[in-house]
Protein backbone atom coordinates (compact mmCIF):
# COMPACT_ATOMS: atom_id res chain seq x y z
CA UNK A 1 0.00 0.00 0.00
CA UNK A 2 1.33 3.05 -0.82
CA UNK A 3 2.00 6.57 1.54
CA UNK A 4 -0.42 8.64 -0.64
CA UNK A 5 -3.52 9.31 0.24
CA UNK A 6 -6.29 9.31 -2.74
CA UNK A 7 -9.66 9.66 -3.76
CA UNK A 8 -11.69 9.58 -7.44
CA UNK A 9 -14.92 9.51 -8.61
CA UNK A 10 -16.51 9.45 -11.74
CA UNK A 11 -17.92 7.30 -14.17
CA UNK A 12 -17.29 3.65 -16.39
CA UNK A 13 -17.37 2.83 -20.04
CA UNK A 14 -16.62 -0.30 -20.99
CA UNK A 15 -17.33 -2.89 -24.07
CA UNK A 16 -16.05 -6.06 -25.06
CA UNK A 17 -16.34 -8.67 -27.53
CA UNK A 18 -18.79 -10.84 -25.27
CA UNK A 19 -22.22 -11.52 -26.58
CA UNK A 20 -24.98 -9.76 -23.91
CA UNK A 21 -24.31 -10.22 -20.78
CA UNK A 22 -20.96 -10.47 -20.26
CA UNK A 23 -20.55 -13.96 -18.66
CA UNK A 24 -17.09 -12.69 -16.84
CA UNK A 25 -19.44 -10.42 -14.38
CA UNK A 26 -20.65 -13.38 -12.68
CA UNK A 27 -17.43 -15.44 -12.56
CA UNK A 28 -18.44 -17.82 -16.13
CA UNK A 29 -15.90 -18.43 -18.78
CA UNK A 30 -15.78 -15.35 -21.92
CA UNK A 31 -18.24 -16.14 -24.56
CA UNK A 32 -15.48 -15.95 -27.49
CA UNK A 33 -12.68 -18.10 -25.36
CA UNK A 34 -11.30 -14.79 -24.60
CA UNK A 35 -12.86 -11.34 -23.48
CA UNK A 36 -11.55 -8.73 -25.64
CA UNK A 37 -12.21 -5.23 -23.81
CA UNK A 38 -12.39 -1.62 -23.58
CA UNK A 39 -12.43 0.14 -19.84
CA UNK A 40 -12.23 3.56 -19.60
CA UNK A 41 -12.37 5.94 -16.35
CA UNK A 42 -13.15 8.93 -16.24
CA UNK A 43 -12.49 11.12 -13.52
CA UNK A 44 -15.28 14.01 -12.75
CA UNK A 45 -13.19 14.59 -9.89
CA UNK A 46 -10.79 13.39 -7.37
CA UNK A 47 -7.29 14.20 -6.31
CA UNK A 48 -4.24 11.66 -5.57
CA UNK A 49 -1.60 13.16 -3.08
CA UNK A 50 -1.53 16.67 -3.84
CA UNK A 51 -2.56 16.34 -7.36
CA UNK A 52 -5.68 16.95 -8.86
CA UNK A 53 -6.48 14.49 -11.65
CA UNK A 54 -10.30 15.62 -12.38
CA UNK A 55 -11.64 15.50 -15.53
CA UNK A 56 -9.24 13.06 -16.90
CA UNK A 57 -9.58 9.79 -18.62
CA UNK A 58 -7.81 6.95 -18.53
CA UNK A 59 -8.53 3.40 -20.30
CA UNK A 60 -7.05 0.03 -21.16
CA UNK A 61 -8.07 -2.79 -23.95
CA UNK A 62 -7.54 -5.99 -22.54
CA UNK A 63 -6.98 -9.28 -23.93
CA UNK A 64 -8.08 -11.70 -20.50
CA UNK A 65 -7.52 -15.32 -21.94
CA UNK A 66 -9.68 -17.48 -20.28
CA UNK A 67 -11.74 -17.01 -16.69
CA UNK A 68 -11.73 -13.82 -15.63
CA UNK A 69 -10.50 -14.11 -11.71
CA UNK A 70 -7.56 -16.47 -13.16
CA UNK A 71 -5.83 -12.93 -14.28
CA UNK A 72 -2.79 -13.25 -16.40
CA UNK A 73 -4.94 -10.30 -18.83
CA UNK A 74 -2.53 -8.70 -21.26
CA UNK A 75 -2.94 -4.46 -21.31
CA UNK A 76 -2.51 -1.66 -23.05
CA UNK A 77 -2.60 1.43 -21.53
CA UNK A 78 -3.79 4.50 -22.50
CA UNK A 79 -3.83 7.84 -20.54
CA UNK A 80 -5.05 10.81 -21.63
CA UNK A 81 -3.02 13.29 -23.53
CA UNK A 82 -4.78 16.38 -21.55
CA UNK A 83 -2.78 14.96 -18.84
CA UNK A 84 0.30 16.80 -17.34
CA UNK A 85 3.09 14.42 -16.47
CA UNK A 86 1.90 14.82 -12.98
CA UNK A 87 -1.28 13.77 -13.73
CA UNK A 88 -0.07 10.83 -15.82
CA UNK A 89 1.82 9.05 -13.20
CA UNK A 90 -0.84 10.01 -10.50
CA UNK A 91 -3.97 8.49 -12.58
CA UNK A 92 -1.30 5.24 -13.33
CA UNK A 93 -0.21 5.00 -9.54
CA UNK A 94 -3.94 4.44 -8.57
CA UNK A 95 -5.27 2.35 -11.90
CA UNK A 96 -2.13 -0.20 -11.85
CA UNK A 97 -3.02 -1.00 -8.09
CA UNK A 98 0.32 0.86 -6.68
CA UNK A 99 -1.79 2.82 -3.80
CA UNK A 100 -3.98 -0.15 -2.73
CA UNK A 101 -7.73 0.33 -2.48
CA UNK A 102 -10.53 -1.86 -3.83
CA UNK A 103 -9.25 -0.67 -7.55
CA UNK A 104 -5.90 -2.83 -6.82
CA UNK A 105 -7.73 -5.89 -6.62
CA UNK A 106 -8.69 -5.60 -10.12
CA UNK A 107 -5.14 -4.54 -11.13
CA UNK A 108 -3.69 -7.13 -9.69
CA UNK A 109 -5.60 -9.50 -12.41
CA UNK A 110 -3.54 -7.52 -15.36
CA UNK A 111 -0.20 -10.06 -15.69
CA UNK A 112 1.03 -7.85 -18.26
CA UNK A 113 0.96 -4.08 -19.68
CA UNK A 114 2.42 -4.32 -23.17
CA UNK A 115 2.45 -0.27 -23.71
CA UNK A 116 1.56 3.17 -21.95
CA UNK A 117 0.53 6.17 -24.21
CA UNK A 118 -0.79 9.31 -24.28
CA UNK A 119 -3.77 9.85 -26.96
CA UNK A 120 -6.77 11.95 -27.17
CA UNK A 121 -9.40 10.14 -25.40
CA UNK A 122 -13.12 11.16 -25.94
CA UNK A 123 -15.58 9.95 -23.09
CA UNK A 124 -19.40 11.14 -22.87
CA UNK A 125 -22.57 10.30 -21.49
CA UNK A 126 -25.44 11.63 -22.98
CA UNK A 127 -29.21 10.94 -22.27
CA UNK A 128 -27.64 7.00 -21.04
CA UNK A 129 -26.13 6.82 -24.38
CA UNK A 130 -22.26 6.48 -23.77
CA UNK A 131 -19.25 7.09 -26.19
CA UNK A 132 -15.43 6.05 -25.77
CA UNK A 133 -12.73 6.95 -28.46
CA UNK A 134 -9.39 6.17 -27.77
CA UNK A 135 -6.86 8.25 -30.37
CA UNK A 136 -6.82 5.58 -33.69
CA UNK A 137 -6.83 2.55 -31.84
CA UNK A 138 -10.26 2.43 -30.80
CA UNK A 139 -13.87 3.50 -30.29
CA UNK A 140 -17.25 2.31 -28.98
CA UNK A 141 -21.02 3.09 -28.87
CA UNK A 142 -23.43 1.84 -26.15
CA UNK A 143 -26.86 2.60 -24.34
CA UNK A 144 -27.97 0.77 -21.24
CA UNK A 145 -30.57 -2.26 -21.46
CA UNK A 146 -34.26 -0.82 -19.62
CA UNK A 147 -36.67 -2.53 -17.48
CA UNK A 148 -40.00 -2.94 -17.59
CA UNK A 149 -40.54 1.09 -15.51
CA UNK A 150 -37.94 2.38 -17.89
CA UNK A 151 -35.06 2.78 -15.64
CA UNK A 152 -31.74 1.71 -16.79
CA UNK A 153 -30.98 -2.27 -15.91
CA UNK A 154 -28.62 -2.88 -13.13
CA UNK A 155 -25.47 -5.83 -11.82
CA UNK A 156 -24.90 -5.52 -8.12
CA UNK A 157 -22.97 -7.58 -6.34
CA UNK A 158 -21.21 -9.29 -9.01
CA UNK A 159 -18.31 -11.49 -8.41
CA UNK A 160 -16.50 -9.79 -10.73
CA UNK A 161 -16.68 -5.69 -11.05
CA UNK A 162 -14.48 -2.89 -12.86
CA UNK A 163 -16.14 -0.84 -10.50
CA UNK A 164 -16.23 -2.07 -6.94
CA UNK A 165 -18.54 -0.78 -4.59
CA UNK A 166 -20.87 0.60 -7.26
CA UNK A 167 -24.14 -0.88 -9.09
CA UNK A 168 -23.47 -1.54 -13.21
CA UNK A 169 -25.18 -0.58 -16.09
CA UNK A 170 -25.46 -3.07 -18.57
CA UNK A 171 -26.32 -2.52 -21.81
CA UNK A 172 -25.34 -3.06 -25.44
CA UNK A 173 -22.97 -1.60 -27.72
CA UNK A 174 -23.75 -0.30 -30.89
CA UNK A 175 -20.23 -0.51 -32.10
CA UNK A 176 -17.17 -1.42 -30.70
CA UNK A 177 -14.05 -1.21 -33.39
CA UNK A 178 -10.31 -1.73 -31.94
CA UNK A 179 -6.93 -2.52 -33.33
CA UNK A 180 -3.71 -3.22 -30.93
CA UNK A 181 -1.45 -4.99 -32.78
CA UNK A 182 0.35 -5.62 -29.55
CA UNK A 183 -2.01 -7.27 -27.95
CA UNK A 184 -3.38 -9.22 -31.20
CA UNK A 185 -6.39 -7.78 -31.05
CA UNK A 186 -8.25 -6.60 -34.48
CA UNK A 187 -11.90 -6.27 -33.76
CA UNK A 188 -15.42 -4.52 -35.54
CA UNK A 189 -18.98 -5.64 -33.89
CA UNK A 190 -22.08 -4.22 -33.04
CA UNK A 191 -24.52 -5.36 -30.83
CA UNK A 192 -22.30 -6.70 -28.17
CA UNK A 193 -21.49 -6.52 -24.68
CA UNK A 194 -21.43 -2.90 -22.66
CA UNK A 195 -21.31 -1.57 -19.28
CA UNK A 196 -21.60 1.53 -17.62
CA UNK A 197 -21.14 3.22 -14.29
CA UNK A 198 -20.00 5.31 -11.62
CA UNK A 199 -17.19 4.78 -9.58
CA UNK A 200 -15.55 6.34 -6.09
CA UNK A 201 -12.24 4.51 -5.17
CA UNK A 202 -10.11 5.86 -2.24
CA UNK A 203 -7.46 4.63 0.00
Keep these: MGDVAYEVEGRLLEVCNCNTLCPCWVGEDPDQGTC??????????????????????????????GNILKGNWKAAVYVDDRATPKQEEALLQVFTG??????????????????????????????????????????????????????????HDSVFTTIPGSPAYVGKAQKFVANVPKLGLRLSLNGHNAVQGSFRFAA
Design 36 to 65: DAIAAWHVDKGHVGNVDVSDRTLAMLTRIP
Design 98 to 155: KLGGAIADLAQLVGEVVSVERVPITFGVVDGKGRIAIGNVAEAEMEPFKGATGQATTL
